[in-house]
């Protein structure tokens, strides 16, 4: 399905393992191209040169990735047809030769899952934030800074040694990863999939609330929301919004178009199965939309009342 997947990169990420998590499950052979940011992996597929992109979006101890939320929401409309979540533990990689450990780098988000970490056994290092967790261990290697913290794999694509591992301030921290593509056809429902979509939200009273109401009417779960300020006016704010239920469900479709009417500009960012179970599987009432939708059409019709 796609051959070429582009990924937030260089190679050793853990959002390299989520592609080839996507890459196994694809029926073709895909090609994995690392990107070393994650708008220019989205961009790779926006010019054509990618058919989609592995990113990360969340994590459970840090949050939402900024990066990949703004890249989401800008450019090109791309589209999520897969998510996988993967639990998150570092190994800190030095050089063989290194001697003291004076500087420690990684991306911001798994510095801030080892906080605690690196102030009990490394608290002399100074802190530098890199562009992702395997950045750091090539810049170790060049001989930038002494320590990565880095996804595990790493050490099998650099010459590094494993200082610690297993390390993580949270044991059972977890990342959550997208696999976007092109807008095309949506792919079928599973009764297990996730929405997701991101609102601009007008300046007017309660439009939060409307949006939010519109999902609860339908009985529709809320997995997930999250503002980013639009960089436009001081004061304008996106709604990044997740819930249970699929695009081709009536209610999902018929809480979209609502949502629409409430917000001109919302972008739909796909409906795709959940990698984790969690709350109750929505289609066990989706009955009752379809009843009501086809009870209204047979009134239209004159077939009933
Ligand atoms: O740098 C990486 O290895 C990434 O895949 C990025 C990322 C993130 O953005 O959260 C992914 C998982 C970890 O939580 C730390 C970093």
């Not at 052979?29 to 989609?52: I, K």
């Not at 056809?185 to 997701?196: A, E, I, L, Y």
């Not at 436009?232 to 809480?255: Q, S, T």
Request: charged share 25%; net charge negative; glycine share 8%.
């Amino acid at each position: 399905m796609l051959p070429r997947i582009a990924y937030f990169g260089p190679q050793g990420t853990f959002t390299e393992q989520a592609a080839r998590g996507f890459a196994a499950d694809s029926e073709v052979d895909s090609e994995l191209l690392p990107h070393d940011t994650v708008p220019a992996a989205l961009d790779a597929v926006r010019r054509g040169e990618a058919d989609g992109a592995c990113v990360p979006v969340e994590n459970s101890v840090e949050g939402a990735v900024p990066a990949t939320m703004d890249a989401l929401a800008e450019g090109e409309p791309l589209v999520a047809v897969a998510e996988a979540v993967l639990p998150v533990r570092f190994s800190v990689l030095v050089r063989p030769d290194g001697g003291p450990v004076r500087t420690v780098a990684s991306h911001p988000h798994a510095l801030a899952q080892v906080r605690h970490w690196l102030a009990a056994n490394l608290p002399d290092a100074a802190v530098v934030a890199t562009t992702s967790t395997s950045a750091a261990a090539v810049a170790v290697l060049r001989g930038d800074y002494d320590a990565a913290v880095s996804a595990p794999v790493a050490v099998r694509h650099y010459p590094l040694e494993v200082l610690a591992s297993d390390v993580a301030d949270v044991s059972d921290a977890k990342t959550r990863f997208l696999l976007v593509r092109p807008p095309g056809v949506v792919p079928g429902p599973t009764g297990r999939d996730r929405t997701s979509i991101v609102v601009t939200a007008p300046d007017r009273v309660g439009v939060l609330s409307d949006v939010l109401t519109e999902l609860a009417l339908r009985r529709i779960n809320l997995t997930r929301i999250e503002s980013r300020p639009t960089k436009g006016k001081l004061g304008e704010y996106r709604f990044y919004v997740d819930f249970d239920g699929h695009v081709a469900e009536p209610r999902v479709g018929d809480a979209l178009a609502a949502l629409r009417r409430h917000c001109p500009r919302t972008r739909f960012l796909g409906s795709y199965p959940k990698a984790v179970e969690g709350s109750p599987a929505p289609a066990a009432d989706n009955a009752e939309f379809v009843a009501a939708a086809e009870w209204v059409a047979r009134i239209r019709e004159g077939r009933g009342a």
